[in-house]
């Protein structure tokens, strides 16, 4: 069992910057696959950032690209989201996701295992 919670959410103006963490339990940590993803009222969950062992391949969604980054310190337990340069349409509840390493891919929410309970990010216009 892994338990998840994330920090970091509040309001932001367009063009600035917000950091979230997300905490994890378990001393087994960095063996898992970590994910962000968000949901804003009435859409569905979206893809955000995805990483696996450090120094691995690391995915973004397309709408992120070039602005949000995600990090992970094994020796703390944590996985990070760097957000810059955000946007109105980045308002959402964004949660931090654990999954075994499969070979699915890294933008489908079905295959994460373990879920924080969210935080919310807001960003004025």
């Known amino acids: 069992q892994v338990q998840l919670v994330e920090s970091g959410g509040g309001l932001v103006q367009a063009g600035g910057s917000l950091g979230l963490s997300c905490a994890a339990s378990g001393r087994t940590f960095r063996q898992y696959d970590m994910g962000w993803f968000r949901q804003a009222p009435g859409k569905e969950r979206e893809f955000v950032a995805a990483m696996g062992e450090v120094g691995g391949p690391i995915f973004y969604g397309d709408s992120v690209k070039g602005r949000f980054t995600i990090s992970r310190d094994n020796t703390k337990n944590t996985v990070y989201l760097q957000m810059n340069i955000m946007r109105p349409e980045d308002t959402a509840v964004y949660y931090c996701?654990?999954?075994?390493?499969?070979?699915?891919?890294?933008?489908?929410?079905?295959?994460?295992?373990?879920w924080g309970q969210g935080t919310q990010v807001t960003v004025s216009s």
């Open positions: 996701a654990a999954r075994v390493p499969k070979a699915s891919t890294y933008y489908d929410a079905r295959t994460y295992d373990y």
